[in-house]
């Protein structure tokens, strides 16, 4: 961890998705939004209808567990498609109905109109490119398929200690969603996202929000922990807290009343209409590949 103040404007930080993708931390990583998130996810997924039998998209699918899933809900005649920019960790999953796939949802789309399902879960947010992204996702989909889109908004609720005590806001967590913020993330996508499904003309919109307080060593302390240590040097050279202060709110972070309110995580959802499949899916047509560049049939 970063042991100097230096609050230098000329140090460029690197640009792209902002958290490690491939090594321990990444392992963790998932492994704690696993356990945060697929419950809901799931639900929100069987409550689409999935079926023995969909196709299925899964976009920016980190440590596989929502891939894993799907293959096994879908099989035997089911097939799932799962991609992200570093899919180290896709590889190792053995199903015999999933295809892994090196791709970055910013350079090109998929192909097109296959997928009965098309999710991604705290993907958009991080990328600049979020409704390219978007609508590459519905190109994807066949008339009646259906979108999930997760994502939070990290905003819209802060921390208020009047409401529960030990629920503070702490320095480090200002700082860090201004690193993120200068990276590009949209830190409220989530609350965003009905209206921009609304717009690209889907049908049956829904959308849901979740809050926790969590607490002592929850996955979503320890995912967090793990974030703010991550990006210590960021939050850091921005100036916005020294070394020792960081130091300080990592150890408060540890204290066992200290209790800290989640972003609000909002899973939206919408079906490509059945007979006007031009307005959502089609629009969006550039940079598809050819199906059979895809899967392999055998
Ligand atoms: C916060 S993690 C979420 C992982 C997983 N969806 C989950 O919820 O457990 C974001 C994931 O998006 C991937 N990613 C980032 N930029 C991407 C891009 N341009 N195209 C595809 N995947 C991307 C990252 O490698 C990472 O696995």
């Known amino acids: 961890m970063q042991s100097e103040r230096v609050n230098d404007s000329r140090i460029e930080e690197p640009t792209g998705y902002v958290f490690d993708?491939?090594?321990?931390?990444?392992?963790?990583?998932?492994?704690?939004?696993?356990?945060?998130?697929?419950?809901?996810?799931?639900?929100?997924?069987?409550?689409?209808?999935?079926?023995?039998?969909?196709?299925?998209?899964?976009?920016?699918?980190?440590?596989?567990?929502?891939?894993?899933?799907?293959?096994?809900?879908?099989?035997?005649?089911?097939?799932v498609l799962a991609t992200d920019v570093n899919p180290q960790f896709l590889y190792t999953l053995c199903f015999p109905n999933l295809q892994v796939r090196r791709h970055d949802i910013c350079r090109e789309g998929f192909p097109a109109r296959q997928f009965d399902l098309a999710h991604a879960r705290l993907v958009l947010m991080h990328l600049p490119e979020r409704e390219v992204a978007l609508s590459r996702m519905l190109a994807s989909l066949r008339p009646g398929g259906w979108i999930v889109v997760e994502e939070f908004d990290c905003l819209s609720i802060l921390p208020d200690s009047a409401a529960n005590p030990g629920e503070e806001e702490l320095r480090v967590m200002r700082g860090f969603n201004q690193v993120l913020m200068g990276r590009g993330v949209e830190m409220r996508y989530g609350r965003w996202l009905p209206q921009q499904l609304r717009e690209c003309g889907l049908v049956n919109i829904g959308a849901e929000a979740s809050v926790s307080l969590w607490k002592g060593r929850s996955p979503g302390k320890t995912l967090f922990k793990l974030n703010f240590e991550e990006l210590s040097g960021p939050i850091i050279r921005s100036g916005l807290m020294s070394p020792a202060e960081f130091e300080a709110d990592m150890k408060r972070f540890d204290e066992g009343d200290f209790r800290m309110l989640s972003p609000m995580m909002w899973t939206a959802w919408g079906q490509i209409p059945e007979s006007t499949c031009r307005t959502a899916s089609a629009s969006a047509s550039a940079g598809v590949r050819k199906q059979e560049e895809w899967f392999h049939v055998s």
Do not use: F, K, M
């Open 21 to 79: 993708n491939s090594g321990e931390l990444a392992e963790t990583r998932y492994r704690e939004l696993s356990a945060l998130y697929d419950e809901q996810t799931i639900r929100h997924v069987e409550n689409r209808g999935i079926d023995q039998g969909w196709s299925c998209l899964e976009v920016g699918a980190g440590g596989g567990s929502i891939a894993s899933w799907l293959c096994t809900r879908v099989a035997p005649t089911g097939r």
